[in-house]
Structures are given as C-alpha cells and as structure tokens.
C-alpha cells in the first residue's frame, strides 16, 4: 500500500502534475492503525509543494463483491439464474476455465 503511494507521488512529482488518490483507505483488522503512515506520507508531500488530493468513500463496506471474478457467460439474468449456471455440470463444462 505503502508502495503505490509512493508511486502515485514519484509520478506526479516527475511529471510535475497534481496526484489523485481515490478510495483512500487501509482495509481489514491487520492494517488497523497504518493510516498514521500512509496520511503522513500525503501530508510530507503536500509540505514538499506537491499538489495531492485524496479521497474514501461515505461508507464502512467495500461494495465490490464476489461477482466481479465471475466470467460474463455466468452474469447474465439475475442472482436465481447465476446460481443455477453455476450449480449445473453441464452448463459449467461448456465454460471450462481460461
């Protein structure tokens, strides 16, 4: 995490152009506190003269769910015709893994 700031930063500070950082955040109980790090880094820069701005999202769960790693055949219909895809043989040997 600590490493794709510093990117973002390195880029902005190379190219001499403002640094976006969306969905600011630390996730998971592991990371509870690294916040400390990861602020101070966006504030070091902003002392430096670089232009940052970061921003998170209003709420407590990520809203990215186990569908984005399903494949499109799979998706399509609703929740009750994913789940019978994904629960029928022979639909699912038609669709080997890639």
Same mark, same amino acid.
């Not at 600011?24 to 504030?43: C, D, H, P, Y």
């Not at 799979?74 to 029928?88: C, E, I, M, N």
């Given at each position: 995490?600590?490493? =794709?700031?510093?990117?973002? %930063? =390195?880029?902005?500070?190379? =190219?001499?152009? +403002? ?9 998971? /109980?592991?990371?509870?506190?690294? !916040? ?9 820069? &902003? ?5 940052? @701005? ?5 709420? @407590? =769960?990520? !809203?990215? !769910?186990? /569908?984005?790693? %399903?494949? #499109? ?6 929740? #009750?015709?994913?789940?019978?895809? %994904?629960?029928?043989? #022979?639909?699912?040997? &038609?669709? +080997? +893994?890639?």
């Amino acid at each position: 995490m600590e490493a =794709a700031i510093d990117e973002a %930063l =390195a880029i902005g500070r190379q =190219a001499n152009i +403002p640094v976006e950082i969306s969905h600011f955040k630390i996730g998971g /109980k592991q990371n509870w506190g690294r !916040s400390r790090v990861t602020l101070a880094m966006i504030e070091k820069a &902003r002392r430096e003269g670089l232009e940052v @701005t970061i921003d998170q999202y209003p709420y @407590t =769960a990520s !809203s990215t !769910s186990l /569908k984005t790693m %399903l494949p #499109d055949w799979a998706l399509s219909g609703g929740h #009750d015709s994913v789940v019978y895809r %994904l629960t029928t043989p #022979d639909i699912r040997k &038609r669709y +080997p +893994p890639k």
